[in-house]
T-cell receptor, first 112, second 112 residues
């Protein structure tokens, strides 16, 4: 059973905001939503995570719906270097003993 | 600060040979994970170390795979008698007893 559903691909114009959706309708109450990305031929890179409140850091913003069944990652001013595969994954904190799993993710292409 | 480093970045070996892959986690991170990622596939958990506790080896695919972590820092993943199906990118991640994992660049293993 898929834990998350993401569109397989998206394009965004350089300089625009990229909004990447994720459905996680089976998320449990104590699971956070984590976002990672993987640029071609590199290891996954942590972006942001949240439980139920919206979060913002230097990389992105995370909007989580009130029912927590979906979320949106926002890259406010996309650059060419943001071209990557983006993964969302629910994960329950377990003092570090959590094995990450990724679905198929969204391949985001930033168009010059 | 320095991130997670892995060596070698690329390794080509012949079927049946043994290989060793090295991971240097972020200094002070107590948790260390090994994953592998085959072409177009998601992450596959291999093994997890946390401090001085016994490692969680539940993801190792066969007894040809082993890993150790010396002094709670550097880790080595060893694959004996390599097979062609072992070809993949081997990723190491570390975390500071939280659930945010930081990945290295990976080692691309090719078994001929």
């Amino acid at each position: 059973d898929a834990k998350t559903t993401q569109p397989p691909s998206m394009d965004c114009a350089e300089g625009r905001a990229a909004n990447l959706p994720c459905n996680h309708s089976t998320i449990s109450g104590n699971e956070y939503v984590y976002w990672y990305r993987q640029i071609h031929s590199q290891g996954p890179q942590y972006i942001i995570h949240g439980l139920k409140n919206n979060e913002t850091n230097e990389m992105a913003s995370l909007i989580i719906t009130e029912d927590r069944k979906s979320s949106t990652l926002i890259l406010p001013h996309a650059t060419l270097r943001d071209t990557a595969v983006y993964y969302c994954t629910p994960m329950k904190p377990n003092f570090g003993n959590e094995k990450l799993t990724f679905g198929t993710g969204t391949r985001l292409t930033i168009i010059p | 600060g320095a991130g997670v480093s892995q060596s070698p970045s690329n390794k080509v070996t012949e079927k049946g040979k043994d290989v060793e892959l090295r991971c240097d986690p972020i200094s002070g991170h107590t948790a260390l994970y090994w994953y592998r990622q085959s072409l177009g596939q998601g992450l596959e958990f291999l093994i997890y170390f946390q401090g001085n506790s016994a490692p969680d080896k539940s993801g190792l695919p066969s007894d040809r795979f082993s890993a150790e972590r010396t002094g709670g820092s550097v880790s080595t993943l060893t694959i004996q008698r390599t097979q062609q199906e072992d070809s993949a990118v081997y990723l190491c991640a570390s975390s500071l007893n939280t659930d945010t994992q930081y990945f290295g660049p990976g080692t691309r293993l090719t078994v001929l």
